[in-house]
DNA sequence: CCGGGATTTGACAACGTTGTCTAGGGGCTA
DNA sequence: TAGCCCCTAGACAACGTTGTCAAATCCCGG
């Protein structure tokens, strides 16, 4: 560490603290303290000297030390699946205002979908303490949580349910949407319907998935085997889906995908494919007014999710003790054409 | 506070500490905090009664106590305009992943555009004393930093540049890349062209201008003061900026689109018109190759932007002190129908 | 000019951890 | 068996802040 002088009279890479601040200005620590804190009992002058001090070393308050001082973090953490899908993005914003709102800041974490990766960076937060969490969820057992909840950090799960513990969620009506989304295709005509999902461990893909074969039976309607493809959501896998039900000897009529990442790949599919195929999407996503046919959504509001989630969160952190929650906001079916294309052969 | 037990045998909402842990297995504090740093000098059996201790009593370090004591956080400061939006999102993604294989986790803020915001953001990861800070700046004026960077912060600016301050920087080539779309316009015979951008204090706005101005000018085309324009991205603002262009008594023949919420506007907007008008957009969005006719773009990578910025962050962390390097990534012109458009009349 | 209450100020401990330093015990060598 | 060294373990201070409490100072009316 250099002695040399860099803009101010102190080393680098070493701050000045209240102490450097306090004989500067020939006051005590507390005094310094109260003037940085806008405490009241400090006369003018004596504050005005503790500014100059202040400004002159360029001090800034090491909220390290306060933090562990008064026990609270003004901090939540966000543990996600990924920053960079636009379903998170809103909902990471939306979180984020809230925090803001209560003069927190956010912490933000991608667990990939790994469930030992959430764990890692759930536990990790809880270390930094957090004053909670806003967490969707990778894995399916959250009794690692269980400790840390009862220590008293809020926890608030969104999009997904916790497992295998009682806790707050809130989460879009999977089931229902997915309904909707199939009884839509079905009413325009279709009785061979695919649906291509996420991986079944996933909530959301059970609950859509559920949703789809409740609408069918409703409608008297088998289901093949082969018109349910469940994996990861990579384009090529869903590519691979999506084909083998459009060339079946008896192919589907119709898709249902089972989240944003699906639809877009069903759509390139469908595109390059000689017969028009109906398809309704999961998640709303940009532009699907602007393809051709424009995509029929069931829509979620994951901006709607987050601020749900983080309202709940700061309930709690107010201290508001009912037990855990579990709250459901509506989906919306949007029609733009491509749910609204009838089979071939009438 | 309830006395109660919830759990574990401590009082709702107050964590054991090293000291409860160290009580409990009958050694010293050290101790305690030599196995849970996996420190070495620790007797197996030792090692199992202080292991023992942890678990009963759902002992976790605080880090906040630990990061005061080290004075390194293990975190990074991401401050951004807004996590929503689809180009900050790789962004943010790829600046978590860099953190991570750092072992540091991500602080991540919204500015929203807003310089006073950006301040206070920023001020506040530094009171938090985050190791080290990625700031796509809204603000033009980042002398305000001079004493946190003297004091060790290390800071990297993306995707526009410091104000009055010399700091390290990534950038995209926008000046290149808006010169190329321009000129991909103008080799497709179109003398009048229209740009839409954002606000002219913003940086890349500038260049982006200054791109198109340049192609302009290398063609030797005049420019109209009617075909400029630069402001707010909110949806009605372009969308009466892109009809005036086109109902003007010498409409332009073709668009180029400042960014990507620009686009979709223009995409919309070029939609409803009569007349088929090209449209290059600065920014690749997911679907731009599904839309009709497909979009062409000047496509940067956000996720490069991230990942080149917190690269060349932890490069300073690890004691790297080069004067500060301007950084600046290419574009690349993506064609894909919508760009290759010629005028109405030939 | 003095008593008394209000106001301003500072000394000190505490938050929970880690770095330093020293004590004690055990094993090895001469 | 004495002497040495190494290894384990713990006492203690320090990180920079805030809460508590007591001391010092001020202002006012009598």
Chains 1, 2 share one sequence.
Not at 98 to 127: K, T, Y
Not at 142 to 162: K, N, Q
Not at 255 to 273: E, I, K, Q
Request: charged share 25%.
């Amino acid at each position: 560490m250099t002695e040399t002088a860099r803009g101010t009279s102190h080393r680098y890479g070493t701050r000045p603290t209240m102490k450097d601040v306090a004989a500067r200005a020939g006051v005590g620590l507390k005094t310094v303290s109260r003037v940085v804190n806008g405490e009241p009992g400090v006369t003018p002058d004596t504050e005005r000297r503790v500014q100059e001090a202040i400004t002159a070393l360029g001090f800034r308050r090491n909220d390290s030390a306060r933090i562990l001082r008064k026990g609270r973090t003004a901090s939540i953490g966000l543990v996600l699946e990924d920053l960079a899908d636009p379903f998170y993005g809103p909902l990471s914003r939306a979180v984020e205002e809230v925090a803001r709102s209560h003069g927190a800041l956010l912490i933000n974490g991608s667990s990939a979908e790994d469930p030992a990766r959430e764990q890692e960076l759930v536990l990790a937060l809880c270390a930094r303490r957090v004053d909670g969490l806003v967490v969707i969820p990778a894995g399916d057992d959250h009794r690692y949580l269980a400790p840390e909840i009862a220590a008293g950090v809020a926890t608030v799960f969104v999009d997904r349910p916790a497992g295998r513990i009682d806790a707050d969620v809130v989460l879009s009506d999977n089931f229902g949407g997915a309904q909707a989304a199939v009884a839509h295709l079905i009413a325009h005509g279709h009785r061979r319907i695919g649906f291509i999902g996420d991986q079944p461990r996933i909530h959301t893909a059970k609950e859509r998935l559920r949703g789809y074969r409740t609408a069918m039976a409703d409608a008297g309607l088998p289901v093949a085997d082969s018109w349910v493809s469940l994996g990861p959501t990579a384009p090529d896998r869903v590519r691979a889906a999506a084909t083998a039900m459009l060339a079946a000897p008896e192919p589907v009529t119709a898709l249902f995908s089972g989240n944003n990442r699906v639809t877009v790949t069903a759509v390139r599919v469908l595109r390059d494919h000689p017969r028009p195929v109906a398809l309704v999407g999961f998640d709303d996503f940009e532009l699907a007014d602007l393809v051709h046919p424009a995509i029929t959504v069931v829509a979620q509001d994951s901006a709607h999710l987050g601020r749900t989630a983080a309202g709940l969160l700061f309930r709690r952190l107010d201290g508001i003790d009912d037990p855990p929650q579990r709250l459901e906001l509506p989906t919306r079916l949007i029609p733009r054409g491509s749910g609204e294309i009838g089979p071939p052969e009438g």
